[in-house]
């Protein structure tokens, strides 16, 4: 017995590659808000592979702050806002609203590794394309925070308008657009420095928005507004507004009943730029309009209260969250139609791409 047990030690290093097999998985993360899990599929096969659990603290709302607290009890339970996969194919950082924080996860145990208290609650957030800064929105602050993802510290704040939201890089990382939803601004931030560098006034609370490439314009939508615009970065004023349609069944609903304040929320871009896509958060739909040109292409109608969209890897899927369904739904760009729909977990709203190193055991 004793010579087996030596031996089994002996073979170990041999035998180990042998029993744990790794995939390279270009898989969709998608945030379950209120059941506080995230939802992986695999957006080749098109398939659920797995389902994590994001908030195994969830009885600690009495290490919250006495406005988190309130915050909770009148928005209900936020597990999870949003979601970034580190490149090291085996990391899930999240902003975890309920709790104030910052939490990272072991994609193939499950296990939360680390977690990194803040002051403010968090909203939306962006990460460096290397893995080590994240730049998160503090909600209940006028200013963002940047936190060293290796060192798990923070590393200095920046200066936001009210309610600071949508959040986005520009294409070599320098600069941070900021949105705000009372503010009705923008900010662009130095990425290295935390300086402000410029703010952009809007109409109205700056929702979800992409930047072009040379940064010349930013297509944003805006709160209560069933429109995208196109918004003028160096004139600080619309260059065109786009209204969309609005269902019959909404013209009766009061602004004021409008799910946190977005008539639409929820923008992806064709990897060829020919199509964006647009999600009608109370209208229960998905729009696609030609790109740049902003003209209407297709309708197509989705769950109950679309509020997010990613795109895939190869650009021509589209996934959309509907929160209110329970479900997450796969369109193609280029075909104009549904592909596929997912069952996922409770209130579906943020999703992030990114590659999963899955590890499993193989016999």
Not at 61 to 75: G, T
Not at 151 to 170: A, D, F, M, W
Request: charged letters at 25%.
């Amino acid at each position: 017995m004793r010579y087996k047990i030596i031996l089994t030690f002996l073979l170990l290093p041999v035998l180990s590659p042998l029993l744990w097999a790794q995939s390279k998985v270009e898989a969709l993360f998608v945030g379950n808000n209120k059941g506080g899990t995230v939802s992986i599929i695999d957006t080749r096969e098109l398939e659920i592979i797995e389902t994590l659990d994001i908030a195994p603290d969830r009885n600690e709302q009495h290490k919250q702050s006495l406005i988190n607290r309130y915050v909770n009890r009148k928005l209900g339970p936020k597990y999870v806002d949003d979601i970034d996969i580190l490149p090291d194919g085996k990391t899930m950082v999240i902003s975890r609203p309920f709790f104030s924080d910052i939490a990272a996860f072991d994609l193939n145990s499950g296990r939360m590794i680390w977690k990194i208290k803040l002051k403010y609650r968090p909203d939306h957030q962006v990460m460096t394309s290397d893995g080590k800064y994240l730049f998160v929105s503090l909600l209940t602050a006028t200013k963002g925070v940047k936190i060293d993802l290796d060192k798990q510290e923070i590393l200095g704040y920046y200066k936001t308008g009210r309610r600071p939201h949508s959040i986005v890089l520009n294409e070599d990382e320098s600069k941070l657009y900021n949105g705000s939803l009372k503010g009705n601004d923008m900010v662009i931030i130095d990425t290295e420095s935390l300086e402000e560098l410029d703010r952009l006034p809007f109409p109205a609370g700056v929702r979800p928005f992409k930047i072009s490439k040379d940064e010349t314009s930013i297509f944003a939508q805006q709160s209560f507004c069933h429109c995208l615009i196109e918004y003028s970065v160096s004139e600080k004023k619309v260059l065109r507004q786009i209204d969309l349609p609005i269902p019959d069944f909404v013209k009766d609903i009061p602004l004021d009943e409008y799910p946190f304040e977005a008539a639409h929320h929820g923008i992806g871009l064709a990897k060829n730029g020919k199509y964006i896509s647009l999600a009608g958060t109370v209208s229960n739909y998905v729009a696609i309009y030609s790109f740049p040109e902003l003209e209407e292409v297709k309708i197509l109608q989705t769950g109950k209260e679309p509020s997010w969209i990613t795109d895939s890897f190869e650009g021509d899927l589209f996934f959309v969250s509907a929160r209110k369904s329970d479900k997450v739904y796969a369109y193609s760009y280029s075909q104009q139609m549904l592909i596929k729909e997912f069952e996922v977990g409770d209130y579906p709203q943020r999703m992030a791409r990114g590659i999963w190193l899955r590890e499993k055991v193989s016999y």
